[in-house]
């Protein structure tokens, strides 16, 4: 085999909705940007998804929405079953089924048109680190080793972390993910022998016995009239089992989808919890699933990677500018993602700890009463915060109706919230202040989970 050696400003890790993200934006800056993949071409973007994307990601990215082929329907809104499925909550929000494929092909070439280089079917094996700094990664391309050197990699491999997790240990940048804090995923695209009903509407379905610790779906692709993204996630790490039984038992079971026909199957690992302790350590930098970005209540985590990307690609103009390109020099990453997104995740990941421990009569009897509603839940889920007002119903609701302890739960889970949020508006102006914020967080954790016991 022989070596080759290649000098760029910034070597991407992986073409995923991330990494794709981040070259179409650097593009636009004068910079050298090597985009690496492991798959060929025509298999780019081809992940395990449920393929539903909010519209107002698009917005805040600034990346143009998905249109024409790359669009696999257009999303009004979710109708959310309770685990009994006799009440259904109806939540309006404009978002897509998106064509993974196409989206994110669309992105890289954008991005090579602009002058991005782009290595298909090669694999990334480790990182080159020298004095303490990541100066550039190993890769095997089509049987060639390629040493390619660069000022910033950015490790955007998703959930195989393949620069990150082969750092020393005691960087934070490779922080690890308990399993519990996962969600493990299968998913089939199906065609019915039917057409859908409402098909701009996209369905979840809470049930712990369908799928503990998680949800199972049915995302209509109204481009088609029969065509669904039909999938099931469950909580990682409490040997539950595979979620493809729990699919075929529970769910394909089911009249709706007899005689359907498979046109793809496949499930991945999510990371469902709060954002990596640092996105940032000297040379590198973690975005999209590799950092954990996604949101730990729905699992959705391809515009959360696209926001990780917005944030990257303004830390390395920075860094660029000042030509620091160590831990404090890449250190704006952690703060503007927190702003555009981390810090809503944070708490919301004390909000999926709390509904990972109530029971399916728990759920069934607060979306019964209707204690959280439509709107509540809508500006839960996009701000992080629950309202007062939905205490003060609360406390009407369940005097006397012997649930006072959901409440107390409820009020507790809420002030965590508050505090997790007041801790990450405190995150570290610099690296120097990490060890000391970090137990702090962890602390506030470990309490956390002592009152849910
Ligand atoms: C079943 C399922 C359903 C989901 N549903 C939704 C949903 O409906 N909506 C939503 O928003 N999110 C959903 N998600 C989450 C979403 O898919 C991910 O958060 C998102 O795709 C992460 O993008 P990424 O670019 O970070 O990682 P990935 O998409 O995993 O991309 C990583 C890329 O890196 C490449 N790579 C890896 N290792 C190497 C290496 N060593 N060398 C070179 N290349 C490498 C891979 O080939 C891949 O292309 C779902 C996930 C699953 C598993």
């Not at 009004?76 to 006799?86: H, N, T």
């Not at 959930?159 to 089939?188: C, F, G, M, Q």
């Not at 602390?443 to 016991?453: A, G, H, I, Q």
Request: proline share 4%; with cysteine.
């Amino acid at each position: 085999m022989s070596e080759n050696r290649s000098r760029y400003d910034v070597i991407i890790v992986g073409a995923g909705v991330a990494g794709a993200s981040l070259a179409n934006l650097l593009s636009k800056k004068d910079l050298k940007i090597l985009l690496i993949d492991s798959k060929p071409w025509h298999r780019l973007g081809d992940k395990p998804c449920g393929d539903a994307i909010g519209k107002h990601h698009f917005e805040e990215t600034g990346i143009r929405p998905p249109s024409g082929e790359e669009l696999d329907g257009y999303v009004k809104g979710i109708l959310l079953y309770s685990p009994s499925e006799e009440v259904v909550l109806r939540l309006e929000g404009e978002g897509f089924e998106i064509n993974r494929v196409m989206f994110t092909q669309r992105l890289v070439k954008e991005a090579i048109d602009r002058g991005v280089e782009f290595f298909e079917e090669t694999n990334v094996s480790e990182p080159i680190i020298e004095k303490d700094h990541v100066v550039g990664v190993r890769a095997n391309r089509k049987g060639q080793r390629l040493e390619l050197r660069a000022e910033i990699v950015v490790d955007a491999s998703g959930n195989s972390r393949s620069v990150i997790r082969r750092l020393p240990k005691d960087w934070p940048i490779t922080e690890d993910i308990d399993p519990r804090d996962t969600n493990v995923a299968y998913r089939e695209i199906r065609e019915l022998n039917r057409d859908i009903e409402e098909p701009e509407f996209i369905r979840i379905y809470v049930n712990n016995k369908i799928a503990p610790g998680g949800y199972w779906w049915d995302f209509p692709k109204s481009r088609y009239s029969n065509v669904t993204n039909v999938g099931l996630g469950i909580q990682g790490g409490r040997g539950y089992g595979h979620p493809r039984d729990y699919l075929y038992k529970y769910v394909l079971s089911r009249e709706q989808y007899r005689n359907s026909r498979i046109l793809e199957a496949g499930g991945a690992l999510v990371p469902t919890r709060r954002p990596l302790i640092t996105m940032a350590w000297n040379g590198v930098i973690a975005i999209g699933d590799a950092a954990f970005t996604v949101n730990p209540v729905h699992g959705g985590g391809k515009g959360s990677a696209m926001l990780s990307a917005l944030a990257a690609s303004e830390a390395i103009k920075k860094a660029f500018e000042t030509g620091d390109f160590s831990a404090k020099g890449l250190w704006l990453i952690n703060k503007l993602y927190l702003k555009l997104y981390g810090i809503k995740q944070a708490s919301l990941d004390i909000f999926r700890i709390f509904l990972q421990k109530l029971s399916d009569d728990d759920i069934e009897y607060g979306i019964r009463k209707r204690i959280m509603r439509e709107s509540d839940l809508y500006e839960t889920s996009s701000t992080g915060v629950i309202k007062r007002s939905i205490f003060e119903k609360l406390e009407r609701v369940l005097a006397g109706l012997g649930r006072p302890s959901l409440l107390i739960k409820l009020a507790q889970v809420a002030s965590y919230m508050d505090k997790i949020r007041g801790l990450y508006e405190e995150y570290p102006e610099s690296p120097e202040m990490l060890k000391e914020w970090r137990e702090r967080l962890e602390r506030l954790y470990s309490e956390f989970y002592d009152v849910l016991r």
